[in-house]
Structure formats: structure tokens, C-alpha cells
């Protein structure tokens, strides 16, 4: 097992489901040093040294009661811009997983 750092989103996740309220995500993107992040309701990124003037695309994720939740992140000048979904899947140990997006063909 590897180091990351944890994500809060005080901010809505979108997607099909979302993770339990509270819930912390993890990302490779920093430096992996166990450090918190929050990304606040007001669209910025808050570190341990505080407010980070982040540029780019932020990955985080988390498994939660069996379900995978992906998403990205774009920030633009230290403002968040927008979060996506990347993948969100029941894994179904043991049997068939149920995919939640992307949402497949079949089902739009």
C-alpha cells in the first residue's frame, strides 16, 4: 500500500450516487506525505500551509460500502472550474459489477 494524501469535498459530488456524507478521498496528485485537502464550498483548494493557487486537473477517489467513486477536478488559477465523475461501480464480488457511469449504451 502506497502514500496519498485525503480529499474533503465540501462541495456536492456529482454522479448517479455519491459517497457517504464526511467521507475523505484520496490523491497521488501532491507530494503523498498524508496530507488534508479540502476543496470548500467556495471553489478553493485549502492545504496544510493554507489557500494553494492549484492549476490543472486534481484526481481523487474512494471505496466506500463496495462502491468505487472517481472523479476529477479542474481548477483554473486556484478557482475550482468544475468536478467531474470518472467512474463510479459497484465491484459485485462474486458476481457481475454494476457500472454507474459511465453510464453504458445500452442505458441512455
Known amino acids: 500500500m502506497g502514500m496519498f494524501d485525503s480529499i474533503q469535498c ?48 486534481l484526481n481523487f477517489y474512494t471505496y466506500e460500502d463496495d462502491i468505487w467513486y472517481e472523479y476529477e477536478a479542474k481548477f483554473t488559477d486556484g478557482r475550482l472550474v468544475e468536478i467531474s ?8 464480488v462474486g458476481g457481475p459489477k454494476e457500472v454507474y457511469f459511465p453510464v453504458s449504451e445500452n442505458e441512455q
Open 85 to 92: 465523475p470518472v467512474s463510479i461501480y459497484l465491484n459485485g
Open 10 to 57: 465540501d462541495k456536492p459530488l456529482p454522479g448517479p450516487r455519491q459517497p457517504p456524507e464526511g467521507s475523505w478521498l484520496q490523491t497521488k496528485d501532491f507530494d503523498c506525505s498524508l496530507d488534508l485537502y479540502t476543496i470548500t464550498a467556495d471553489d478553493k483548494l485549502v492545504g496544510p500551509q493554507g489557500e494553494i493557487p492549484f492549476h490543472g486537473m
